[in-house]
């Protein structure tokens, strides 16, 4: 059974930066790879946002327009972990960030689409202050 562990949330100022991490037990290196990995976030009062995603085994990526150039997701398959480094962030990125898993195996192009991905970690939470 997949289960994904999230951490790295914290508090931080605007134009700070965090580091969160998942890391997927549960699964061969093989499967991990070959499906749709990455991470949503849910502020409260909004509906659960798609921010960004990989393939691993093509290391192809999506970023939602309201984060590219500020955040980037990248894997250590190594360790069956997914990264999303956040820079220069803002109070708007406040809210619950989910690390999500789709199906195995999964195409290698990853879409922000919650019905794709069937594996969810329990959350860890971002907070940018101004």
């Known amino acids: 059974q997949v289960q994904l562990v999230e951490s790295g949330g914290d508090s931080v100022q605007a134009g700070g930066s965090l580091r969160l991490s998942c890391a997927a037990s549960?699964?061969?290196?093989?499967?991990?790879?070959?499906?749709?990995m990455g991470w949503f976030r849910q502020a409260p009062g909004k509906e659960r946002e798609g921010v960004s995603f990989?393939?691993?085994?093509?290391?192809?990526?999506f970023y939602a327009d309201s984060v590219k150039g500020r955040f980037t997701v990248s894997q250590d398959n190594a360790k069956n972990t997914v990264y999303l480094q956040m820079n220069n962030l803002a109070p708007e990125d406040t809210a619950m960030y989910y690390c999500?898993?789709?199906?195995?195996?999964?195409?290698?192009?990853?879409?922000?689409?919650?019905?794709?991905?069937?594996?969810w970690g329990q959350g860890t939470q971002v907070t940018v202050s101004s």
């Open positions: 990989i393939y691993p085994a093509g290391s192809t990526t």
């Open positions: 549960g699964v061969s290196g093989l499967t991990f790879s070959r499906r749709c």
């Open positions: 999500a898993a789709s199906r195995f195996p999964s195409g290698g192009t990853c879409r922000p689409a919650l019905d794709d991905y069937i594996h």
